[in-house]
């Protein structure tokens, strides 16, 4: 007590746990998983031609909505980020950006064939694999998918938030860290590399 | 003003490629990248130079999906390339992969049956019908119309399913083949499509209550993004665009390929040149897409099945393949079609697809790949009609004349 | 509206030839004439290409619909054609005529640049320049279009840039 | 006294509950439902179902509150060229100012329930539009903060769009005090009774007051500060996490307490219902009634967004000045017709 530090303490320290004391308690992190998952907002980024069967998903017939996914405008109030095919050396860099602007609990759909591994366009000059560039959660073949499977991936990677507890074990460590994208960033947008 | 020079993309020294600055920015225009992750572009970047409220500049920056395709189709015999171009315009398919077809044809010296050319055909106006509506639905999208968006993408779902009947795939058909087409119509598919052509002749009618007579619409596309007959000209802006500006120019009355000679039909062309009036046309091309895929419908219903490949390819068939063609209608491919060999020699194909005219320059060296394969398609023409549109008008207006431009990036980076 | 009237490709097609064989040699340009499917090739020398696309603009061509250029890697030559076409002048309009110029396959090849007469070149002509490295003197604003400038260097569309195939026969061995 | 009887009389004391209890919590449940409203009304037009599946029996009510929790615990990007203090304060200015006419705005005539002393609630509705002006200045502010092309030309659209309706919100919710004679707002909805709603005796007044709320909270067709195709989300490109659920959230509170105001000018306030003695009688029933014209409102605006789709900023603007301005003073002078008059 003779310190002022004693009264303060370290604060990193104290909020952290203060988090853990909050976070901690199950039926938060349910909460925080349930909320999560039922508020999938995927944002608007086209990077394919899989993007026409993203947009019938959302249309009348399949209404991805119903599942509480709604497409958003920018990547600051998002959480999903569909890659809606192939990826090219030019889009890459938008991707990584797009992803790294994105708030923390965030997760990532690659969508066709393409976006698993070249698909058609296997050997192509221009193209990189997105696992490359972004952790992908959910993988979803077909070329395209039928806007019925991405919707399927959506519900399946509610589920995956759910069991697993993905949100709320993101929500408190801070980073989830499963898998890591393999080329830096710098070699995506510096236009200077030449090896991807 | 001139003090802040930049040179734009900051690609100048690292290859040594001649970068020539387009223009010296002053400090006083404001710069905004609309794209690639932007909710008023689709994969593209336009570079819009502001002056307070008003487009000094644009400069389109395509090529976000190029997935070489040019590259691609030098590589994988002849055959092999149809369902590699319709990832171009995946919800255009037949109509992106019908100029490769004539122009394969054209080298080939075969001609396929009537029959095949009214299915072809059929499939051709399906797929316009489809593209249109998800023109629509971008547009609407764009002017802040959500119910545009839905109701247009929920009403191509009936042409889609019109095409999965036809085809048996909801979006890649790679339906013509050199000389022929794959299958001939389902039996119930003529009550199908009479369903489905009234359908969206009620539909239409619903369109111009809430989009096109939408007062906040109409005072949106009046008079914006007006391009005049002489700049569609100079700039070679094609299809729905160009008849929008009074050019009667249309691929299927200029080099009429499979049955448009004996279709009847008319080529929609107004004088406006202003978003409403290419808004308009394409109306008016889903009206007349309905007409032909009734007629085209009635002539494949009456007439009497037969095979629908070339006369000389099918003399080539084994037993089997016909005895399939005859029974279910549908046309094998051949095992020696994997090493085709096509005669030396140039060839240009050409069709009009959804957004206009697309061209594809064939060369054989006689062998199984095909020498080169140059492909321009409608939205790579239209791209610069950014450039030079664009300017002078206000932000605002961007995506008004970015959706009623139809622009579909990877049909353009191809 | 526009009804599609009964119109003969091919004799529009031998009509435009005509008009621009007459707009050329007019101008005392000499030329040899390809013929293709559905469209002829006017081969020219390169000093009389600017002259040439002079003439047949003001002979009613109005529009580039395609620069197609072929690499010959044996014969060291690109071909480079522009195809062209008319909107404005009914009698020969969508019949495609070509005016080509054969490059050699140098360092540095070079055209001069058409955009100042036909508008609707200048994209067409980035894409060859990124594509084979062909550059365009005159062009007011030469960049790469479509990639990004490393993969522009590799210049892809020449023959000498080879993309990796996956044989099925890969790994067994050639017989014979 | 006992402590219950003390936490009581502190959660009923008029400022107190009216502002927290039922301006903060009500307003958020009302953006709740007016969200939803929104999206599942739109859905119907199109043909759909829309938010569904995390609580079928409400018909996804809980997707707006998943939104909302999710929002909530999602990680605030603070990126590193804003000005962090107006880029954190603004959103929460705006939004305490949201919800800050909710104190001076009565709910029923009997005086124990009014939020503020009687002497007091003679000026209360100059007060209560007095306050509906600031929260779009720390709309302005974030936009500015923000520092991102697009914030801040979505900043400078919300200037133009202030400068053009505030006026007009004014005129529009003063038509009725000329009409009556006074500033009270109790007086003005005991004035219009049972039958008197200004809604029938000045359409004009109650129709430029409909656009100005929609100008002003941003609803279609002048959703243009946040117009997407352009500026992606406007003032709020750069906002995430529960800066951005204020930020949102404020608008529909904003559009709420328009409605409130609207609901007590226009569609005369508590009536039928006429206060009596007691809690239920004299404020419950009351408020209730206010508050359900004032949602119907709200959900009215909001359903314009499956009709219509936005103008021009150019458009909106000559929009306001050349015919709602009129419209407007159309409705000032019809009011001081009727003052003449005397029907009051």
């Known amino acids: ?87 090219t050396k030019k889009m890459a860099c938008a991707v990584r950006l797009t992803w790294e602007q994105m708030p923390a609990p965030k997760f990532a759909i690659a969508m066709g064939a393409c976006a698993l591994d070249g698909g058609l366009f296997y050997n192509s000059y221009n193209i990189v694999k997105p696992w490359q560039v972004i952790p992908i959660d959910i993988y979803l073949p077909g070329c395209p998918p039928r806007p019925e499977t991405l919707a399927r991936a959506i519900v ?35 236009w200077a590399a030449k090896s991807i | 003003m001139v003090e802040d020079v930049r040179i734009y993309g900051g690609w100048k020294d690292e290859l040594g490629l001649k970068v020539v600055p387009s223009k010296k920015i002053g400090k006083d225009l404001y710069e905004v990248f609309i794209g690639p992750q932007h909710p008023g ?116 779902e009936v042409f889609i399913e019109l095409a999965e009947a036809l085809t048996g795939a909801r979006l890649t058909h790679s339906y013509p083949l050199p000389g022929g087409a794959r299958r001939d119509i389902p039996a119930d598919f003529p009550d199908m499509a009479r369903r489905a052509v009234n359908y969206m002749r009620k539909r239409l009618k619903e369109y111009e209550k809430i989009f096109l007579n939408n007062p906040v619409i109409r005072s949106r596309l009046e008079g914006v993004g007006v391009i005049s007959k002489g700049l569609a000209a100079e700039l070679g802006i094609v299809g729905p665009n160009a008849r929008a500006s009074g050019i009667g120019y249309d691929v299927r009355i200029v080099e009429p390929y499979d049955a448009y000679p004996e279709l009847d039909f008319e080529v929609p062309v107004f004088r406006e040149g202003d978003a409403l009036a290419r808004t308009m046309v394409r109306v008016e091309e889903i009206k007349q897409s309905l007409r032909i895929i009734e007629q085209a419908v009635e002539w494949l219903e009456k007439n009497p099945r037969e095979p629908i490949v070339d006369k000389y390819l099918y003399g080539k068939y084994p037993p089997l393949h016909k005895k399939i063609m005859e029974s279910e209608g549908r046309a094998k491919l051949l095992p020696i079609s994997a090493a085709m060999k096509v005669p030396k020699g140039r060839a240009i194909g050409r069709a009009e697809t959804g957004r206009g005219e697309t061209i594809y320059y064939v060369e054989s060296d006689g062998g199984v790949n095909p020498y080169r394969v140059r492909i321009v398609t409608a939205s790579a023409r239209n791209a610069i009609a950014f450039k030079y549109v664009l300017p002078g008008h206000k932000i605002m207006d961007l995506p008004a004349i970015y959706g009623s431009l139809d622009y579909f990036p990877p049909e353009s980076d191809r | ?52 696309a002079t003439a047949l603009k003001e002979a009613g061509f109005d529009h580039v619909v395609s620069l197609t250029v072929t690499d010959y890697p044996k014969e060291k030559k690109f071909r480079l054609v522009y195809h062209l076409t008319s909107y404005l002048d009914y009698e020969i309009a969508g019949a495609i005529i070509g005016l080509g110029v054969e490059v050699p396959r140098s360092d540095r090849p070079s055209v001069p640049s058409l955009t100042q007469v036909w508008r609707s070149a200048e994209f067409q002509e980035r894409e060859v320049y990124e594509f084979f490295g062909i550059e365009f003197e005159g062009h007011p604003d030469l960049r790469p279009l479509l990639l990004t400038p490393p993969v522009a260097e590799l210049r892809p569309l020449r023959k000498d840039f080879v993309v990796r195939e996956e044989n099925i026969y890969e790994g067994v061995p050639k017989s014979g | 006294m006992s402590v219950l009887d003390t ?82 304060a603004a959103p929460i200015f705006g939004m305490a ?81 000329v009409a009556v004679g006074s500033l009270n707002i109790v007086d003005i909805v005991q004035a219009q009774g049972l039958v008197k709603w200004f809604i029938v005796l000045n359409p004009l007044a109650f129709l430029a007051a409909i656009l100005a709320v929609a100008m002003s909270t941003s609803a279609f067709p002048f959703e243009i ?44 306030g508590w009536y039928p219902i006429v206060p009596g003695e007691g809690f239920i009688l004299g404020y419950a029933l009351p ?58």
């Open chain 4, 7 to 88: 936490v009581a009389s502190l959660i009923f004391y008029p400022p107190i509950w009216q502002l927290l209890i039922l301006g903060f919590g009500g307003a958020l449940v009302v953006a709740m439902v007016a969200v939803w409203f929104e999206r599942k009304a739109a859905a119907r037009v199109q043909r759909r179902i829309g938010p569904y599946w995390a609580s079928p029996r409400l018909g996804g009510l809980m997707h707006l509150m998943a939104d909302m929790l999710r929002y909530a615990f999602q990680q605030v990007v603070i990126p590193r060229t804003v000005d962090f203090w107006p880029f954190i």
């Open chain 3, 1 to 52: 509206m526009l009804q599609a009237p009964s119109r003969d490709y091919s004799s529009v097609l031998g009509l435009a030839l005509e008009k621009a064989k007459n707009a050329l040699s007019s101008k005392g340009i000499v030329f040899s004439v390809e013929e293709g499917k559905g469209f002829y090739d006017i081969i020219v020398e390169r000093e009389y290409l600017v002259a040439g």
């Open chain 2, 41 to 156: 572009s689709g994969h593209m970047r336009i570079t819009v130079r502001l002056d307070g409220d008003i487009i000094v500049e644009a400069d389109p920056d395509i090529g976000y999906v190029h997935r070489t395709m040019e590259k691609l189709g030098e590589i994988r015999g002849w055959i092999k390339p149809i369902p590699l171009f319709e990832r171009m315009a995946i919800h255009d398919a037949c109509n992106i992969t019908m100029p490769y077809v004539l122009a394969v044809e054209k080298l080939m010296g075969v001609e396929p049956p009537l029959r095949a050319k009214y299915l072809r055909s059929l499939l051709c106006e399906i797929n316009r019908i489809g593209a249109h509506l998800y023109g629509f639905a971008i547009f609407g999208v764009f002017l802040g119309h959500s119910t545009m968006y839905m109701w247009a993408m929920g009403d191509r």
């Open chain 4, 97 to 177: 100012l949201s919800i800050l006419p909710f104190a001076v705005t009565p709910l029923t005539s009997n005086p124990n329930f009014w939020p503020l002393p009687p002497a007091l609630m003679e000026y209360s509705l100059l007060v209560a539009l007095a306050i509906t002006t600031l929260p779009p200045i720390f709309i302005i502010v974030s936009g500015w903060a923000a520092n991102n092309p697009f914030t801040i030309i979505g900043g400078v659209r919300e200037a133009f769009i202030i400068l053009s309706y505030e006026l007009i919100a004014i005129l529009s919710l003063f038509a009725p005090a």
């Open chain 1, 1 to 87: 007590m003779q310190e002022g530090k004693a009264y303060v303490g370290n604060l990193d320290v104290t909020a952290k746990r203060a988090r853990d004391i909050l976070l901690g308690k199950v039926p938060l992190d349910k909460v925080v998983d349930w909320a999560t998952s039922f508020s999938l907002w995927p944002v608007h980024l086209t990077t394919s031609c899989c993007s026409t069967e993203f947009a019938a998903t959302f249309s009348p017939r399949v209404d991805g909505e119903q599942f509480g996914a709604l497409p958003w405008v920018g990547p600051r109030q998002t959480n999903l980020i569909i890659i809606e095919g192939t990826v």
């Open chain 4, 225 to 268: 500060p946040e117009s997407e195709p352009e500026v992606v989300a406007g003032p709020f490109t750069e906002y995430s996490g529960i800066l951005y659920a204020l930020n949102m959230g404020g608008a529909y509170m904003r559009r709420f307490v328009f409605g409130l105001l609207i609901s007590l000018m226009f569609l005369g």
């Open chain 1, 156 to 190: 399946t990677l509610q589920r995956k938030i759910r069991s697993k507890k993905v949100a709320s074990t993101w929500v408190r460590e801070g980073w989830r860290g499963d898998i890591e994208p393999v080329i830096p960033k710098e070699d995506l947008c510096g």
């Open chain 4, 287 to 344: 408020s209730l009634v206010v508050v359900v014209k004032a949602v119907v409102v709200v959900l009215a605006i909001s359903f314009l967004r499956a009709i219509y789709g936005r103008y021009r900023l150019d458009q909106a603007l000559d929009m306001a000045w050349r015919l709602v301005l009129p419209l407007t003073l159309a409705g000032i002078l019809l009011a001081l017709v009727e003052a003449y008059l005397g029907i009051f």
